[in-house]
């Protein structure tokens, strides 16, 4: 077995382990299914190993595949790397696409594009909200970074790098008759509903709930600038991060929990782990957050 692949040949073997579909590969990657299945057919010689079986589910992919595909994905991320080894955010031009949720734009957005804006003059910027679409893109390789709270639910293909700790927590106005957690239970509960990332379920909520403290949500709104003008107004309740606490409102803590803590992370595909841009992206992100 010789080492004569070349580049392209790697990328279709490790999109075909991801996506396990011939025609999601060639779309992905501006090919025809034709094309994919011939650089497929010279893998299987070159390794002499089938790399995937079809099954009644897709493609699976065969123990040789699976024990090797980390070095594959390390060989296309070197290769990455040498490309952009004299990356400068000053002379950078591509577009640079961030997603996040309404919670994390309203509260950070502005201070995060002007960081960016700054040390990239030259750069499109795209800051857009998160969907179940940017999650397929994000999950097939697009060049793009996602900043949220950690998400169990994303596949190993996504990195989820921590950028610090948050912490859960309810908020009301300031002079709401509650006083503690129990309290909260006889006033409406209103929270947000991110597409993408709790349109189905709420991760806390059910955290609580396993523990005896069932809180069903009267209301869902995408708008966190709306949830939070509700809640100064009225006698709602609102979860939110307790580092973001809307002006003229208080928080009521959480029951204490030894897991209820998250991490707010920058996630992006693994295949650019090793791209000097995300490592600048993130460095710029923390010294926002952290300011925040």
Known sequence: MGHNLDIQSIYVLVKMYELRNVKLVADSLGKTSSAVSKI????????????????RNGFEPTTFTDTNIAHFEQILATFHSIQHSDFDPKTLKQEIIIYGHALMWDNFGDALYLAIRKEAPLAKISIRQW???ARSRLVEGENSVAFNVYDETLPQVIIQKPILEVYPAFYVRDDHPAQTFEDLLDYPFIVTRNPGWNEVRYPLLERLSSLGHKIVPNVEIENTQAIENIVRDSDHFSFTMAQLTPKGCRVIELPRLSDINSNCVMSFHRAKQNDPQKDWLYKTVYKVLSAG
């Open 131 to 133: 969907s179940l679409e």
């Open 40 to 55: 497929l057919a010279k893998l299987k010689l070159h390794f002499e190993d089938p790399l995937f079986i079809q099954t």
